[in-house]
């Protein structure tokens, strides 16, 4: 009996010493009073709790792993904090009283009836064009200000509150705030973060956690699950290196028609014929070939050996987190992916791959609930930039039928 309950004891010391989760308190910075009914919850997950009348809070962790925290109150101006929890951590937060001058003052600056012009793009490149984006809806659209600079063609959107969203096919109401939305026209970077807290809908039917399922199949999400776990093969994907290589002949090209054009405009006033005969170096079917040459992309693509997840990871991983670390692309084909075929409509040379730039001498932190950190390291193209918007995001503690 005595070595029955040694071992139950035991079972529950290794249950306690096995959770996670943060702890700590929340002040008002001005008069260090503490903050009660403040929002505490993990960024991109259904995980929140409140601090009490004393502004203390506990927030349990799904997991091991690097977490972004965010806190909300009342009259206050959002904050947020990062860190790497296995185990206890303990963290007091400070926050800073709202200044509502902010938008009045800066308000000039932002285009009128920026909704009317620029909503249709917003949408679509933030909620999404796949099929979920239909039943997923900015419910509070007029806190959003749009703001484009015509000479960089660079499009800025900023939100004056959290964005309500509706996402009936998924099943979920988001709070998302918004950090920071940009998109570059010149180089057709988009970029765009914010914090988000998904609440369930009362009412889970079979149809939405089909849906579910279908989103997280083609997620990003699971990619780096797998990725974490080290499962590539058996979950399906094949990753490969891709290497971009600029086209010599198309600079050359290029840098030799901006002289032709130049002679041709500037001091023939476009007479093309009269070039011709000026010289008898080029001649029509040149210019033609130059001309096809430069409607090639400026770069080509080289497929390269197959990877493991062993060559991407370096010493730096944890327990908790496993640090990412490459050159080039991760070029990722899934066999289990069901493409939508408006993906195709929309890019008719795709192939269905998905391509992963790590940003120049940079590290990307994974964890087992497929959290990436920092984002703006890791850039998607193909399939995943298209597919994972926020009518198919899920939260990170969501769990699959199927794994991981």
Not at 61 to 85: D, N, Q, R
Not at 230 to 236: I, M, N, T
Not at 283 to 296: G, H, P, V
Request: hydrophobic share 35%.
């Amino acid at each position: 009996m005595k070595s029955i309950l040694a071992f139950l004891l035991g079972c529950i010391a290794h249950t306690c010493l096995a959770q996670h989760r943060i702890h700590g308190t929340v002040t008002e910075n001005e008069k260090q009073t503490p903050v009660a009914g403040a929002s505490v919850y993990i960024n991109n997950s259904t995980i929140r709790t409140s601090t009490n009348s004393e502004g203390k809070y506990v927030l349990r962790l799904p997991a091991a792993g690097k977490y972004a925290i965010v806190i909300a109150a009342m009259g206050h101006e959002l904050a947020s904090f990062e860190t790497e929890a296995d185990g206890e951590v303990r963290k007091n937060v400070v926050l800073n009283p709202k200044t509502v001058e902010i938008a009045e003052v800066t308000v000039s600056a932002y285009q009128k009836d920026g909704w009317k012009q620029w909503g249709t793009y917003f949408t679509e490149s933030f909620i999404g064009t796949s099929a979920f984006a239909k039943q997923t809806k900015i419910l509070n659209h007029e806190v959003l200000r749009f703001r484009y600079n015509a000479t960089d063609k660079v499009l800025q959107v900023f939100a004056m509150a959290p964005l309500k969203i509706s996402n009936r096919a998924l099943g979920y109401e988001i709070t998302y705030a918004l950090n920071a939305y940009q998109m570059d026209f010149n180089t057709r970077h988009l970029y765009y973060d914010g914090y988000a807290y998904f609440k369930e809908s009362k009412r889970v039917s079979s149809n939405v956690r089909r849906n579910r399922e279908d989103a997280f199949a083609s997620s990003l999400m699971r990619f780096t699950r797998s990725t974490y776990s080290k499962s590539w093969e058996k979950d399906g994907y094949t990753v490969r290196e891709l290497v971009r290589v600029v086209d010599n002949e198309r600079l050359r090209i290029d840098s030799l028609m901006k002289k032709i054009n130049q002679r041709v405009f500037k001091d023939l006033q476009g007479n093309w014929t009269a070039f011709y005969r000026a010289q008898d170096e080029f001649n029509a079917d040149s210019i033609q070939y130059f001309r096809a040459m430069l409607r090639k992309p400026k770069e080509y693509s080289l497929l390269k050996s197959k990877l493991n997840e062993s060559q991407i990871m370096t010493a730096e991983s944890t327990a908790a987190t496993k640090a990412i670390q490459y050159e080039n692309y991760l070029h990722v084909k899934f066999s289990g992916a069901t493409y939508e075929k408006s993906y195709f409509d929309w890019n008719s040379e795709a192939d269905g791959a998905s391509l992963i730039k790590l940003s120049p001498h940079a590290t990307v932190y994974i964890d087992a609930l497929g959290n990436f950190s920092p984002a703006i390291n890791w850039t998607h193209e193909g399939y995943w930039a298209w597919y994972n918007k926020i009518c198919t995001m899920l939260p990170l503690d969501y769990q699959s039928d199927s794994k991981p």
